[in-house]
């Protein structure tokens, strides 16, 4: 994700500047990319059109509805923190496992990175039930709107870790609050199309275990008001994506979903 960020970054007509990135993705993650299948916008496209999608989101919460907690769960290597203009008072928490939250505290401290908002780092893992204390540890206040960020996590969760974990967050979310996340269909994981791909992650250790055909009913079980949209239909183009996606009335067909939710 950092490498294709990092690339993103280079373009005259970028859709985001992340100057952490190359630094943060390092070979290792340069030579992923490389790897990686080729994807409709070439590859990595999925990781910038989807970045760019959230960002706005993020923006938009705080903007326009006062949102002033920003919980990014699974950050990995966002520099959100760093690199977007937040109102004042915004307090942002990332939370990942300690080795990769620990990776990339290294790399901001070399490069004298300052954060634009008051941001703090909670080593979790989130698969297990004891993360809401760390965050509530942390300064996050439950009574107070939030927004949440569930980005290029739930796919590799077990069906009941991604159940438990929407369900804690439930817990944590005041009315008015904002929650967006990516999810994939079921078609996707059992896609010969998508298997090269699939394949590759799983010799990574990130199998591929979550997916759902029906994103707004699942966030309507958890008590989120949700809208579903594919990356490369209008909001979720940014004219990177050339092709449109099928009709969600076509069943089988492997997909993706950028999904932005309001808590009821
Ligand atoms: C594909 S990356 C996405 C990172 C980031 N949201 C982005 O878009 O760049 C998935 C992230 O999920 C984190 N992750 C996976 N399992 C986790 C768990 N059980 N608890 C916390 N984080 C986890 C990984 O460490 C990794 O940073």
């Known amino acids: 994700m950092a490498a294709a960020r990092a690339k993103e970054t280079e373009r005259e007509d970028r859709l985001f ?13 340069f030579d992923w990319l490389e790897r990686m299948e080729p994807a409709a916008g070439g590859p990595g496209m999925y990781a910038v059109v989807r970045t760019r999608f959230f960002d706005d989101f993020l923006m938009e919460a705080c903007e326009s509805f006062g949102i002033r ?22 307090r942002l928490f990332e939370m990942d496992l300690p080795e990769v939250l620990d990776h990339k505290e290294d790399v901001v401290e070399n490069a004298g990175a300052a954060p634009i908002c008051e941001r703090s780092m909670v080593r979790a893992d989130l ?15 439950p009574d107070e709107p939030s927004v949440w960020l569930i980005e290029g996590l739930l796919f590799y969760l077990p069906r009941d870790a991604v159940h438990n974990l929407l369900d804690d967050i439930g817990e944590l979310a005041a009315p008015g609050s904002r929650l967006g996340l990516d999810l994939m269909n079921w078609n996707l994981l059992f896609s010969p199309v998508a298997w090269p791909q699939l394949a590759a992650l799983a010799r990574r250790g990130a199998q591929g275990r979550f997916g759902t055909n029906a994103p707004e009913a699942f966030l309507a079980r958890h008590g989120w ?26 069943p089988g067909i492997p997909r993706s979903f950028l999904v932005t939710a309001e808590r009821l």
């Open 225 to 250: 008001e949700a809208d579903a949209t594919q990356p490369g239909e209008e909001g979720a183009n940014f004219g990177r994506l050339p092709n449109r996606p099928a009709h969600r009335g076509l």
């Open 17 to 29: 500047h992340d100057p952490l990135a190359a630094d943060l993705a390092g070979e290792d993650g």
């Open 69 to 90: 907690q920003v919980v990014l769960a699974a950050a990995g290597l966002d520099t959100r923190a760093f690199r977007l203009k937040w109102p004042s008072g915004v």
């Open 127 to 141: 698969a297990q039930e004891t993360w809401p204390k760390d965050l509530l540890g942390s300064g996050y206040d």
